[in-house]
C-alpha cells in the first residue's frame, strides 16, 4: 500500500443531501472527492500561529498528538482502538473504525480498506481500472448515473447520464453505501462486471469489462475574440503545470476564463500550481491542523495582466474552492456562476492495524481575506444560471476583451 498523504480537503458523504453527486475521480471508481497532499510535496506550506485544540462535548479525550480533537471530528486514538480491537477478536477493524467515525458525529470521516485506499491513490494519477460512470445518490436511496465517460466501457454499451443503477452482479444497490457499490465495481482489467440499469420504467443488462482508463484533466479551447477558456476537471497529478501551460501559451492580448464548474478537488499542491499561473506569489490560503495554523503560497511569475473569470457552480468543491477564493479574495479574477459548495475542513489519513485508512477531520482552511468556506461555499460576484459562459464573455468585454 503507499504512504498515506499528509492530509486532505475533500467532500464526502455527499449522498446525505437530495440528488447531490458523489464526484468520482474516476469510472465509478474512489468513494470520494478530494484535495490532498502527498508526502513531501506540500507547497510552501509555513506555521504562523500554534494555538491549542478545543475539546469535544463529552469529554473526549485528547488525540495521538495530544491535542483534544475538536466538536464533530473523532479521536484518532479511539479509532485505532477500536480498529485493532476488532482485529483481536477476529473482527472487521474497518467497520468497528467507521461506527466510532459515525459516532463521533464527523461529517466527512470515513474509512477505507487497503485495497479501496490504493485505488484512490492511482485516481490521483488522472488512473483507475473501472467502466466509465460517475453516479449520484438520491436522497430515497437510488443510485443513478450522473454522467458517462465518453468511449468508455459504459458508453460503448449504451450507458447513458440519467439511468439508474439498480444492481451490480445481481447485488441490489438502492440504499447500499456508496464505497460499498464502489468496492463492487473495482476489479482487474478485462474482468466482466454486470450492471443492471432502469431507463424510462425499462430494466436492461449489460455486461461490460472494466478497463485501465485515464482522464484529461485540463482542456483549453479558444473562443472568439481573444478569450481562452481553460477547464479544470480535477486536480490530479501535473494539472496545476498544465494550467500554467495553458495561460502562457494563451494569445496575448486576450481574456482568460478559468472553468472549475463541477471540479470535486484533487491534489491540493496542484490546486496551488494552478492558482501560481495567475498571481505574482502571495497568499492562498490558511488552514489549521489541531490548533497550528499554516499557509499555503503562490509561486512567483504568474500572469497577472490579462482579465480573468472564473466559472464556479455547486459541484465546485473543496481544491477547486480554494483556488476560487484566492483568486478572488485577491482581487485577480471575477466569479461568475452560482454559490460553490462549502467544503473547507481538513481531514488526514490514520493507518489501522488491519491496514485500513480513517481519515479523520482535523481542522479547516480560511481564504487570503480570513473566509471560511466550510458549510457556506463562495457567493460568485456575478451569479448565473445556464448561460454562465455568455455573462463571462459581457464581464471580460467591459474588462476591454474582444471586439
Known amino acids: 500500500m503507499p504512504g498515506t498523504p499528509a492530509f486532505r480537503f475533500r467532500p464526502r458523504d455527499l449522498h446525505r443531501g437530495a440528488a447531490l453527486t458523489l464526484a468520482l475521480l474516476g469510472a465509478l471508481g474512489a468513494a470520494v472527492s478530494t484535495g490532498y497532499w502527498d508526502d513531501g510535496d506540500e507547497h510552501r506550506v509555513e506555521t504562523v500561529f500554534a494555538g491549542t485544540g478545543t475539546p469535544a462535548p463529552g469529554g473526549a479525550g485528547p488525540d495521538a498528538d495530544g491535542a483534544a480533537p475538536r466538536p464533530g471530528t473523532a479521536d484518532r486514538e479511539a479509532v485505532a482502538r477500536a480498529a485493532a480491537e476488532a482485529v483481536a477478536e477476529g473482527k472487521s477493524g474497518k467497520k468497528a473504525a467507521q461506527e466510532v467515525v459515525s459516532r463521533s458525529g464527523d461529517r466527512w470521516g470515513v474509512v477505507y480498506d487497503a485495497g479501496e485506499y490504493q485505488a484512490f491513490a492511482q485516481e490521483m494519477d488522472g488512473r483507475w481500472t473501472g467502466v466509465g460512470l460517475w453516479v449520484e445518490r438520491r436522497a430515497d436511496g437510488r443510485i443513478d448515473v450522473e454522467r458517462v465517460q465518453p468511449g468508455g466501457p459504459a458508453a460503448r454499451a449504451g450507458i447513458r447520464a440519467g439511468d439508474r443503477l439498480r444492481g451490480v452482479d445481481g447485488r441490489e444497490v438502492a440504499g447500499m453505501d456508496l464505497a460499498r457499490v464502489v468496492a463492487l465495481l473495482r476489479g482487474e482489467a478485462g474482468t466482466p462486471v454486470v450492471l443492471t440499469l432502469e431507463r424510462d420504467g425499462a430494466v436492461r443488462t449489460h455486461t461490460v469489462r472494466r478497463e485501465q482508463l485515464r482522464t484529461e484533466p485540463v482542456t483549453v479551447r479558444q473562443l472568439p475574440g481573444g478569450v481562452t477558456v481553460i477547464k479544470v476537471a480535477s486536480f490530479t497529478r501535473g494539472s496545476g503545470e498544465r494550467v500554467r501551460q495553458a495561460v502562457r501559451a494563451a494569445p496575448p492580448g486576450g481574456g482568460l476564463m478559468l472553468d472549475l464548474r463541477g471540479n470535486p478537488g484533487g491534489l491540493v499542491a496542484e490546486a496551488v500550481t494552478a492558482a501560481s499561473a495567475f498571481l505574482d506569489g502571495g497568499l492562498v490560503a490558511t488552514y489549521d491542523v489541531r490548533g497550528t495554523e499554516r499557509a499555503l503560497y503562490a509561486e512567483p511569475g504568474g500572469d497577472t495582466g490579462r482579465p480573468l473569470v472564473t466559472l464556479v457552480d455547486g459541484g465546485t468543491m473543496s ?53 471560511s468556506l466550510e458549510g457556506r461555499g463562495i457567493t460568485p460576484d456575478l451569479a448565473a444560471g445556464e448561460r454562465v459562459e455568455e455573462r463571462a464573455r459581457t464581464v471580460l468585454g467591459g474588462l476591454g476583451v474582444g471586439p
Do not use: H, I, N
Not at 471575477?334 to 492495524?353: D, N
Open 319 to 371: 481544491a477547486a474552492e480554494l483556488v476560487t477564493g484566492a483568486l478572488q479574495d485577491r482581487g485577480r479574477a471575477v466569479a461568475v456562476g452560482s454559490r460553490t459548495f462549502g467544503k473547507g475542513s481538513v481531514q488526514m489519513p490514520t493507518e489501522l492495524p488491519d491496514g485500513s485508512v480513517a481519515e479523520l477531520t482535523v481542522g479547516t482552511y480560511r481564504t487570503p481575506a480570513g473566509r
